[in-house]
């Protein structure tokens, strides 16, 4: 059964930084690309940005510039580094895994629960 988890959301202050952490299981995550969705209630799911198996990166306009995304294959886990936090980046976010990806979430296979970052004024 595969697995995505997200863990490290919570409730910070503008400017501050978060570290999301996507730990994945029952998949061999080295072959799949990943990538970091967020949704705030009603509203689309916006595309930040993805990984390659390899670690190339590519990113969403909303990211850009503040947010990083890296992956470590040997501990199948995905990251995404968010600076500079500011209130409309308050949204759940999630981590996702598919084949051939891009900023389309119908291109993901596999998608975590979500974890809620909240950024105050």
């Known amino acids: 059964q595969v697995q995505l988890v997200e863990s490290g959301g919570g409730l910070v202050h503008t400017g501050a930084s978060l570290r999301l952490s996507c730990a994945a299981s029952g998949l061999t995550f080295s072959s799949y690309a990943a990538g970091w969705f967020r949704q705030v209630p009603g509203t689309e799911r916006q595309f930040l940005g993805a990984i390659w198996h390899g670690g190339s990166t590519f990113y969403g306009d909303s990211a850009k510039g503040r947010f990083t995304i890296s992956r470590d294959n040997a501990k199948n886990m995905v990251y995404l580094q968010m600076n500079s936090l500011k209130p409309e980046d308050t949204a759940v976010y999630y981590c996702?895994?598919?084949?051939?990806?891009?900023?389309?979430?119908?291109?993901?296979?596999?998608w975590g629960q979500g974890t809620q970052v909240i950024v105050s004024a």
């Open positions: 996702a895994a598919g084949d051939v990806v891009n900023g389309t979430p119908g291109r993901y296979d596999y």
